[in-house]
């Protein structure tokens, strides 16, 4: 991650230590993704055994932990970092 955005030169870090909090966002969506994919295995396939369950929660889990690590910095950004979208950069070139 580059210490500042490349089109606006938004520091991605306002202080150190600042994605602590990312943590818990991110352990937020993958308790969600646990729950869906539990729930979907359990409707799906009626019941199987738990390695069933396990395995289903862990692959789908790792393959959204890139989408889960980006989003939940971007929350915390917007959340706690004070960033604001602005789409007059957006168009910039
Ligand atoms: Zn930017």
Same mark, same amino acid.
């Given at each position: =991650?580059?210490?500042?955005?490349? +089109?606006?030169?938004?520091?991605?870090?306002?202080?150190?230590?600042?994605?602590?909090?990312? =943590?818990? !966002? %991110?352990?937020?969506? %993958?308790?969600?993704? =646990?729950? +869906? +994919?539990?729930?979907?295995?359990?409707?799906?396939?009626?019941?199987?055994?738990?390695?069933?369950?396990? %395995?289903?929660?862990? !692959? +789908?889990?790792?393959?959204?932990?890139?989408?889960?690590?980006?989003? %939940? *910095?971007?929350?915390?950004?917007?959340?706690?970092?004070?960033? *604001?979208?602005?789409?007059?950069?957006?168009? *910039?070139?």
């Amino acid at each position: =991650m580059p210490p500042a955005c490349p +089109v606006c030169g938004q520091a991605y870090e306002p202080e150190p230590g600042f994605y602590w909090g990312a =943590m818990y !966002i %991110s352990f937020a969506f %993958s308790t969600g993704i =646990m729950l +869906v +994919v539990g729930l979907a295995v359990y409707y799906l396939l009626g019941d199987p055994d738990t390695w069933v369950y396990t %395995s289903a929660v862990a !692959i +789908v889990a790792l393959l959204f932990t890139p989408l889960s690590l980006r989003y %939940s *910095r971007t929350l915390m950004l917007y959340l706690f970092g004070g960033v *604001r979208y602005d789409k007059r950069y957006a168009t *910039r070139q």
